[in-house]
């Protein structure tokens, strides 16, 4: 049976975890697809230096860069729509038989209306025989539904609270 699975809440380690299984996926002769709503192919992340080594990930970041203003532009809304066609697209021309699928930071782009979860769910179904993992805050709530797994990671407390930086290794 396959799994869609909801990584959600105001914690870190959302994108760590669908990482994690995206690792196990491998590991198990899976194909994995890997789409980043928000990051840009300008930032070298510890996962992009790691997954272009290997032939069985496809990791592609959709984005044009995460903004700490979230001034987002009609421009990174253009990305984002463009990038699901996309994902449509290569999940329509793949035939292995072993598929995950990871959508990071999907609940972003349904949250700010630039794609509806109607669109995603539509994706979901399309693809029937495809594993799909979920990540992001706020996921809308059909979504949720829709699961069959649903991981809320919560903050407790967080290096950033107390000024400190992002590290190379551990948050990038």
């Given amino acids: 049976m396959r799994r869609i699975i909801v990584l959600t809440g105001n914690g870190k380690g959302k994108t760590t975890s669908a990482i994690g299984a995206s690792v196990r996926a491998l590991g198990r002769g899976f194909k994995v697809y890997f789409y980043q709503f928000l990051k840009s192919k300008d930032a070298e992340y510890g996962e992009h230096l790691f997954f272009k080594k290997s032939k ?9 860069g995460c903004r700490k203003d979230f001034k987002y532009t009609a421009k990174d809304k253009k990305a984002a729509t463009d990038g699901l066609k996309k994902i449509d697209a290569e999940l329509s021309k793949n035939k292995k038989a072993k598929t995950l699928c990871v959508l990071d930071e999907v609940s972003y782009p349904m949250n700010w209306n630039w794609f509806t979860v109607e669109a995603v769910k539509e994706l979901i179904k399309k693809h029937s025989t495809v594993n799909f993992i979920l990540t992001g805050r706020d ?14 990671v919560d903050e407790i407390k967080h290096a950033y609270q107390k ?9 990038f």
Avoid: W
Wanted: proline share 3%.
């Fill in 56 to 64: 069985d990930i496809c990791l592609v970041r959709l984005g044009l």
């Fill in 139 to 152: 996921m809308p709530k059909q979504l949720i539904n829709l699961a069959c797994t649903v991981s809320s």
């Fill in 163 to 171: 000024g400190c930086k992002a590290e190379i290794g551990t948050e």
